[in-house]
């Protein structure tokens, strides 16, 4: 059974995905069930998984499918670092599946059944794209995230489905630039299996061919990711997504790729390669730039979410920038952001969703005297804020200082310039927040949907709400064991010497 | 003399590499349609172009003079003499994914112009920002 | 010796308790108050029973987990730190009592946000006593300001709106230009543990790398402290109610800036370091410029509550200058000076608490002849405005006296006409009041007859006056603290070699 944990994760939410339709035909409130457990399952067994891989030194589990031995076959391979990525996929996404069905409460049975083969057909699509050791099937499972993804983002309604269109539109040119790029790499090796390309490709590093695949691989990442310039689709993507899946979205769909390119120039390609340092270099200043400037568009907004946006290519500024600096501590940095990030935005977006789920409202001016009316929602705003400027001990605070400690480390001092002055900025709209939260007067929000009891929201929406609150502290808490026993686990040996 | 050596030389690069730039020309128009036109049905016809393009691309690499379709046929075992059937089987997978995009693509373009009575981007956004 | 107890942080742990607790008893008034007075005692007590081993050499160490994956989160109670934590643990609780009577007395709302981010002030107050690395200090010193930020804000208005706003300005740029510094010094020294004397030398960096580092450092204390030209959050922060004026001002955030400086100078750059590069003379000259500048700005402030910050803007200069000289005897006076200074101004400004809360009144010139009314609290007053200015039996006086002596080891006299000016200075703008006060009739007629403040806040104010007039007789008197100035001196200031470095 435990060794087939790799497939399970995906297996589990694949098989639900199909079952959940069928399940809400026959009994409406059965497919939501189906999913959840799904997903609660395939959270468990990347729990095992990460046990297993920690438990083994942090050498890298393969599990191939079908038996096919690889470069033939497909395999998944698991070492720490995307074994703690797909935990934290499968805990959003559960929790997310979790927190979402106070929203569907008056659906009929094939919205509930669509919605929720949707939500796991992303998680499988994300899980996937983290555990596969072959780059074609990184494709399908990209290509699974992103269709399910824009349904989901279509389900916000008549806004959300035109977001949908457009990313869609923005989202297939970034997947065929990504083909391209394998079929580059195929038509120099032959071989579309991860660890093989990685042996294949060390003597053609320098061909100009592989200017192109870098940059092609650049230009769709950075899409999927929504790096600056390519984060057009995100605001209103992440604005108009359904409220109850838009913490999956925002917290887990652009992070797995950005962990794919970090899979691909680090442990494919090696960072010590003259192409992929300039690659490096262009993903760093891109990242630079997305982080002031999206903090400076998102100082701009009064749209909570659409803020959350903005904010979000600036966070993926901040991972870019630790792949950029490529030392030990840059990359500890960029993963440890990836796990913070997810967590502290999907944090954010369920609490605006809790608001807006009970008052209809998401504006920030409108948010004056929240806390009494919501206290834990508001109590884990601002921890995620904090979190996001980077202040302790919240989470963000340690990604912060290990991609500043991996800046000096090489010398690179004007990232940590940019960081400082992000920092700067961020404080200023998350302060407004707070600000707008604790110090303006009642906004007198009309009751939309009232809660019955002393509770501010229904349970299945405050216990993920307040989880994530904890979880963010719990992260910045344990940090120094997250990177020791996990993620230096999986870092190249190049940089551990 | 030497207009005939240019001759060769283009000849060459049409025969061996010619097909690439062709590929790369219809790459670049599905692109171009994407950024240029105004209908969101016409955008979308262009990214389906686009994609044939890259699916092209590994067609072509797969072509080999003279090989023969992958089936064991009793003649020769000689890996060389049979074309490279893979990634042909990737492409009716990405052909299999481009036509779920585009099944979506015109799925939400439906709800669109229902909802903004107009497939014309400008027209959409003006009337979304309302 | 080294002694490995959890000690230290449960003393830090019990407020931030006591936080959570508060938060969930808000309907409760009385319970809610419960936990603050409990909490200030129990982490009294725990500061206080480790005071005698410090005293004889020891020091307590404890770390609870790794904060990064080479940093480890650290307290330790060395003399300075102890200094530190003891002030501000014991004040404390006059201040929580004194905040029971204003907070009541004045019918403030959002009491138990008030009284939770208290507790949570004086935790990150004594996080910053003890933290036995820069992380861990820097730590507790960001979540000091955002604990403060809900205080300056408390009256909800639209100027408090902007002193928090300012506040958090000023607070916040200067933090993060500190955490870019202790990344710079960590790769510099591949440590970050304070270390008597300091952990950094000259052959580490280039020069202008070095200057450059302690003073994108020490602007994070400068800021906190109130150093010209930085001190502008300080008087808009006088919004907020008079507990926490007292407590800004007098305990935990411009105290923990003063400290910064102190911990920076004396433990990680350390005094010969700064005498090669320099640096410190500029800090002086800034230091000496505040202490004069404040007080003539405070000259001029009618609303008293002003007035007494401007007077903190100079008086928490005076230990940043004594760190600034550098001399074994300067470092003692400014450490004597955290305490000394602590005791007057919160007398100062709990007085001035009882006054808006008693009669109603914010301006000095409105208080003619309040000393009929308020007899007590005025002469407590007047005892604490003649420490501010340092007139010998009283606190005050001790601390400036060392600052003094330390300005003649380095022979540098100019600072002792800065230090007579500025006594001056301080009498000018404090006095008056307890003139007016006593002396001049009320010409409305208000304060004809007597009508203290209520026992919750004239207790505390007399507690405190008391008490700084026995510490001016007594310095060692409870807790040893001239002791613990005078250790953290020494050991700072162990290679100084009579007239310089």
Redesign the interface.
Known sequence: MSQHFPVLIVLLPLSAALLSPFFSFMYRQAGKWIAVAALAGSFLCSVGLLLQVTAGGGQAIHYYMGNWVPPLGIEFVVDPINAVIVAMITFLAMCTAIYSTPFLKKSNWLYMGGYYTLMALLCVGLSGMTLTGDVFNLYVYLEIASLSGYGLIALGGNKGTLAAFRYLLIGTIGASLYLLAIGFMYSMTGSLNMADLSVLLQDKMDYPLMIMVIGLLIAAFGIKAALFPFHGWQPDSYTYSHPGAAPLISGAMSKVPAYAMLRFFFYLFGAQHLFVQHGLTVIGILGALGIILGSVMAIAQDDFRRMLAYSSVAQIGYIAVGLAIGSMYGLIGAILHIINHAFMKGSLFMAIGGVQYRFGEFRISQLGQLNKKMPFTVFTICVAALGMIGIPPAGGFFSKIYIMQGAMETGQYIYIAVLVISSLLNAVYFFRVMENIFVNPDAGLKEINPTAGKLELPLQMLIPIVLFGIIILALGFCNASVVDCIIKLGLPEVFLG | MSDASTMDVINNFLATKGIYSLVLILLFLGLYGMIVSNNYMKKMMAMNVMQVAVIFFYLCFAQKDGGMIPILNGITTDPNAYINPLPHALMLTAIVVSLGTTGVALALLMRIKEAYGSAEEDEVLRRADK | MTITDIRPFLAVGVSLLAAFLIMFSGKKPNVREFWSVAAAFIKAGLIFSMVPAVLAGNVYEYTL?????TLGFTLRTDAAGMLFACVSSFLYIPVSFYAIGYMRGHHEKEQTGFFASFAVCLSAAVGIALSANL?TF??FY??L??AT??LV?HE?NEE??FA??KY?IYT??SG??M??GI??V??LAGTLDFQAGGFLSIDMAPKWMLQFLFFIMVLGGAVKAGVMPLHGWLPSAMVAPTPVSALLHAVAVVKAGAFCVLRLVGFVFGPTLLAQIGAATVLAWFAAFTIIASSLIAMKQDNLKRRLAFSTVGQLSYVVLGAALLAPLSILGAYFHIVAHALMKITLFMCAGAIIVTAHKDNISDMHGIGRKMPITMACYTIASLGIAGMPFIVGFISKWNIALGALQVSQPFYIVVLICSALLALSYLMPVTHLAFFKPNENGEFKTYGEANKFMLIPICVTAALSVILGIMPNFGPHLYDLASMAAQSITQGWIGGGW
Do not use: H, K, N, S
């Open positions: 987990f790794a904060v990064t994956d992380l820097f730590i960001e979540l300001t955002v930020w809900p804000f909800r408090a709106r928090g706003r958090l916040l740029v993060q230009l955490l870019a990344i710079v960590y790769a």
